[in-house]
């Protein structure tokens, strides 16, 4: 197959004029189930998307059940968004929650119509050759089916003593593009000049991801901020935009700073958080 096709989708889930991107999982709910912010998901999927978000990440199942707003009586957003589809996962409920399996298919995707798919691969932990077998699997199917392949490599277990540590990122990063991701998502180190050397040494774009939700909306835009002076070409963020008082607005702001090169302080003159 061409790869015109993954080029023509890569360009429906990035800004075209500074290739960066905002993505905003909302897999969660079949790991920890229906978590404030996703009870209701085309709602939410519309505030995101009116906030400028590239794309959004589901499981087939929310997207299937029609993850946008089709009532015209209601102020659904009309602007576009991306659709990543997330082919693997768990519950938090499994003896094994950190073993992510396959629940979908390249091609399932494509038939539902997505920009994208992703895998979710926990480095480190006592599965990961199961996992990375999987992740062989649908990189190839990607590259036939011209689909492009988000990668969230996770630093995760018994010899991980921190997910933020730059020598465990590192491996995670690259591994993603080794086993042909064309993104990779992983954890920010918390220092520009430690993750500027893991950007520099992965061949694909790197973007962050959103961890655990932070204290204040101040200390979202200083990482984002921080993790694209270090080479980032973006973010992926769940938690700390989708249970936000202001999703729509906190989007806009990580806009600016993601696709326009404004800084914090910049950022919080124009936008109220």
Known sequence: MSSLGKAIRLERIMNRKTGNMIFVPMDHGLTVGAIKGLENMPAMVDKVALGGANAVIEHAGIAAAGHRGSDKRKSYSSKDIGLIIHLSGSTSLSPTPNHKVLVCSVEEALRMGADGVSIHINIGDETESDMLKQMGGIAQSCRYWGMPLIAMMYPRGPKIESEHDPKVINIAARAGAELGADIVKTNYTGDIDSFKKITEGCPVPIIIAGGPKL???????????????????????????????????????????????????????????
Do not use: W
């Open 215 to 273: 204290d204040t909306r101040r200390d979202v835009l200083e990482m984002i901020y921080d993790a694209m002076q270090a080479g980032a070409h973006g973010v992926a963020m769940g938690r700390n935009i989708f249970q936000s008082e202001n999703p729509t607005e906190l989007v806009r702001a990580i806009c600016m700073i993601v696709h326009q090169g404004y800084t914090v302080e910049e950022t919080l003159k124009e936008v109220k958080l």
